[in-house]
Structures are given as C-alpha cells and as structure tokens.
C-alpha cells in the first residue's frame, strides 16, 4: 500500500522547534524508499545547479551517516478520497510519526562480505 511521506530535517543535536519541515507528501511504499527518493530529487536539483560537478548523472543510495546528521522525523500520511469534495481537492490523514531512531535501522551499514 502506498502512503506519502513529509520530512522533518534539522542539524544534529539542534531543538525540535528549529527543525524544517519539508512537505512534499512523496509517494511511497516504506519509509526507507522515501528518503531514498527525497535524497535523490536533492541530489539532482544539485546537479542541474552545478553542471560542471563530477560523475553528474550516477545517484546513489544515501550513506547512514546522511540519514543520521539530516533526517531528524518523518510523517507518514494516508490518502483520504472524498468524491463529494471533487477530483482535484486531495486530503491526507496523518498516520504516525516516525522518530530518527526508527529509521536509522534501516540504513545500518551492511559487512562488505555481504557485496560479493
């Protein structure tokens, strides 16, 4: 089932109230795919302001280390349809909140035994 994700990103160590909240409700199937996909629409808008970077057009799953310094909180959200509202008025439902320490396990960095 999909649900949309909304992010909360802050600096390490900082207070929750100077946190950013980034509402994009991605589409999503888990948490960790939509990290995954708002690390790559970050790093193409990157791209396409340095168009002299290296390596332009190879995206890579982020490293632990990003998803623990950025990443503090992500917002998971349920679609609600309403046909009495229209198609083109769209409504979300929270659904839980999902704290760093829930979603650094599932980026922990794998044995490089486990790449051959």
């Known amino acids: 089932m999909i649900h949309y994700y909304s992010f909360y990103i802050g600096d390490p160590g900082s207070r929750a109230s100077t946190w950013k909240f980034v509402d994009m409700k991605i589409p999503a199937v888990d948490p960790r795919s939509a990290v995954m996909l708002h690390h790559f629409l970050e790093m193409y808008d990157m791209r396409i302001r340095c168009p002299w970077a290296p390596n332009k057009h190879r995206y890579f799953e982020p490293a632990p280390i990003i998803v623990d310094n950025k990443y503090r909180a992500l917002i998971e959200w349920d679609k609600i349809e309403r ?22 396990p599932m980026f922990k ?4 035994s486990a790449y051959k």
């Open 109 to 112: 960095q794998l044995p490089l």
């Open 83 to 104: 046909k009495s509202y229209g198609y083109t008025l769209v409504q979300f439902k929270r659904i839980r909140r999902i704290s760093q320490y829930e979603l650094m």
